[in-house]
């Protein structure tokens, strides 16, 4: 079975400022990892997800996440963030095995970007 | 309910065969998501339902997968002559519209197709 924590579930920040939404997991078996976000009134999207090789992923709209199988961690960051990012972001994991390809997700993080 | 229940947790069918999916959302909780993640994917988004209004049907991957919302609550996604690459996690996913955005998620149906 999997688990994520996401420790934080609400982060307050100012525009232009860095922020970093924390992601850890445990596992029994190896995982893909997934950070998912949901702007207001609209549904979940795949933000960035990590398979396999460099264990730094970029999305297209600056967010980076990196995975630590050491620390078990996949935390999501950006150097400067907008308004427009004001939203909620989900980490989820996956077992790369075939006995299961559920999906566990973490509880969720309110980014609340403010002027 | 506490949380945002579906049943069955798995269902291993043969292609071909139409499937039911169920989904019983968190109580009062007027938008109801479906989804699905097949192995090493993320999430694919399926249907919107918002209260009365028509559902968004933009993520149904073709005319055999439709989708029910009965009364405002439950919810059935229905899949018809399903093939191998249906196989996949199906989530249902629940959120309340007046104050709070969050969203909740059942269990998944795990579906297997033979």
């Known amino acids: 079975a999997q688990s994520v924590t996401q420790l934080d579930s609400q982060v307050p920040v100012f525009e232009e400022a860095p922020v970093e939404l924390r992601c850890n997991y445990s596992?029994?078996?190896?995982?893909?990892l997934f950070w998912y976000v949901q702007y207001p009134n609209q549904g979940l999207q795949l933000l960035l997800k990590y398979l396999s090789g460099s264990t730094l992923v970029k999305s297209i709209n600056g967010f980076e996440a990196e995975f630590n199988k050491s620390q078990t961690s996949f935390h999501l960051r950006k150097p400067s963030v907008h308004i427009s990012d004001t939203a909620e972001y989900f980490c989820a994991v996956t077992p790369l095995n075939n006995a299961g390809n559920m999906l566990t997700f973490g509880g969720g993080t309110r980014l609340m970007v403010k002027p | 309910g506490a949380g945002v229940s579906q049943s069955p947790s798995n269902k291993v069918t043969e292609k071909g065969k139409d499937v039911e999916l169920r989904c019983d959302p968190i109580?009062?909780?007027?938008?109801l998501y479906w989804y699905r993640q097949s192995l090493g994917q993320g999430l694919e988004f399926l249907i919107y339902?918002?209260?009365?209004?028509?559902?968004?049907k933009s993520g149904l991957p073709s005319d055999r997968f439709s989708a029910e919302r009965t009364g405002g609550s439950v919810s059935t996604l229905t899949i018809q002559r399903t093939q191998q690459e249906d196989s996949a996690v199906y989530l249902c996913?629940?959120?309340?519209?007046?104050?709070?955005?969050?969203?909740?998620f059942g269990s998944g149906t795990q579906l297997s197709v033979l």
């Open positions: 596992s029994s078996v190896s995982v893909y």
């Open positions: 109580s009062g909780h007027t938008a």
């Open positions: 996913a629940s959120r309340s519209t007046a104050t709070n955005e969050k969203l909740f």
């Open positions: 339902f918002q209260g009365n209004s028509a559902p968004d």
